[in-house]
C-alpha cells in the first residue's frame, strides 16, 4: 500500500496489531514509511525522531496536522478515525479538508 501526499508517493503500512499499536516508531533512528493507526490519540514517548502526524475522519479527510512534532507528546482529538505517522519534514502543501490518497499497489 501507498498514500500520495503533496505528490510524493510514501510506502503505506497499518498499525493493525497489539504489539504493531504498541510499538510504532518507537526506538528508530531512520523514518522511511508511513504508519496508518485506527485512533484518534497517538504519543510519541521512546521516539528517536520527529514525525508529522495526519489525524483524518473515516473517509480520509484531513481534520488535523501536526508538523516536526517532538518526542513526549500526547494528542488527542474528537472526530478523528485514521492518525498517520510520517517522517519529520514530508508534510509540507497538505490542508485541513484535504484528502488523502490511499493507493494499493500490488508487485
Do not use: W
Not at 5 to 15: H, P, R, S, T, W
Not at 27 to 41: M, P, V
Request: positive net charge; hydrophobic residues 40%; glycine residues 2%.
Amino acid at each position: 500500500m501507498k498514500v500520495i501526499v503533496d505528490n510524493q508517493e510514501i510506502e503505506l503500512k497499518f498499525a493493525n496489531s497489539f504489539f504493531k499499536r504498541l510499538k510504532g516508531f518507537m526506538f528508530l533512528k531512520e523514518i522511511n514509511y508511513c504508519l496508518c493507526f485506527k485512533t484518534n490519540n497517538i504519543h510519541t514517548f521512546f521516539m528517536k525522531e520527529n514525525i508529522d502526524i495526519v489525524m483524518t475522519n473515516k473517509n480520509n479527510q484531513v481534520l488535523y496536522i501536526f508538523k516536526n512534532t517532538k518526542k513526549n507528546k500526547i494528542i488527542i482529538k474528537k472526530n478523528v478515525y485514521y492518525t498517520y505517522e510520517f517522517p519529520s519534514n514530508f508534510i509540507n502543501n497538505l490542508n485541513i479538508g484535504d484528502k488523502l490518497k490511499v493507493i494499493n499497489k500490488k508487485k
